[in-house]
């Protein structure tokens, strides 16, 4: 019995954010030290509106992108430490100009996408993203 009450207390604790305001701040949190491992400033992220949610509901959106050299060195490695996981493999969105990796965290509901375009020299783009919530 008492193994069981522990048990969903664990699981409750372990909830995502319960709403906008909670998940944004989270997700700058976890921008911010992505960024800084990558050696970005956080003041390089901006905030970007989209309309995937249903009416009465929004999410937040943050973009980073730099070409400074090794941006994306560690990165897939940072978001592994900070609990995200590959939801998607780079063979399932490689083109021939992009390598693209796709991490979610299960615990927060938040996902980063991470993509590096070919070039000289090669740009890194972070776009990190929660999920839907109720407006505020």
Do not use: H, W
């Amino acid at each position: 019995m008492m193994l069981l009450c522990v048990a969903a207390v664990t699981s409750c604790a372990a909830a995502g954010p319960a709403n906008l305001e909670e998940a944004g701040e989270r997700l700058s949190a976890d921008a911010g030290r992505l960024l800084d491992a990558a050696g970005l400033d956080v003041s390089q992220a901006e905030e970007i509106d989209d309309d995937v949610c249903l009416p009465g509901q929004a999410r937040r959106l943050l973009r980073a992108e730099s070409d400074a050299a090794g941006a994306s060195t560690g990165l897939l490695d940072r978001l592994g430490e900070m609990g995200y996981s590959k939801i998607a493999d780079d063979v399932d969105l490689r083109d021939d100009d992009a390598d693209v990796s796709v991490l979610r965290n299960p615990e927060t509901g938040l996902t980063f996408e991470l993509t590096v375009l070919a070039g000289e020299p090669p740009v890194v783009r972070i776009v990190g993203k929660t999920t839907c919530y109720a407006a505020e």
